[in-house]
């Protein structure tokens, strides 16, 4: 069974950086896209960044040039670097992926949340 697992959130003083992890478990036969959403009270949720295979990471405005996503293979992990934190970026982070598993159909997958808050 595909498993997604994050971990890293926490709190942080405004200005401050934080790193989400999220790692990947279970017999994948493709990964098509991986991605970070985050979720405040009251509103949808959003994407941030979206990595595709083979491509460069995609990111919103409100987060460009400050967050920076990466993918380690080998490790099958994905990271969201975060830095230059504000307030309005406390929110509950998701990593997401869409996966074929092996002998499975293609699906969207969802890490556990993981609360950031930005506070002085």
């Known amino acids: 069974q595909v498993q997604l697992v994050g971990s890293g959130g926490g709190s942080v003083q405004p200005g401050g950086s934080l790193t989400l992890s999220c790692v990947t478990s279970g017999d994948i036969s493709r990964v098509h896209a991986m991605a970070w959403y985050r979720q405040t009270p009251g509103k949808q949720r959003e994407l941030i960044a979206r990595i595709t295979p083979g491509r460069m990471p995609t990111y919103e405005d409100f987060v460009k040039g400050r967050f920076t996503m990466s993918r380690d293979i080998d490790k099958n992990a994905m990271y969201l670097h975060m830095n230059t934190l504000t307030p309005e970026d406390a929110a509950v982070y998701y990593c997401?992926?869409?996966?074929?598993?092996?002998?499975?159909?293609?699906?969207?997958?969802w890490g556990q949340g993981l609360q950031v808050i930005v506070s002085s």
């Open positions: 997401y992926a869409e996966i074929s598993p092996a002998g499975g159909r293609r699906g969207d997958y």
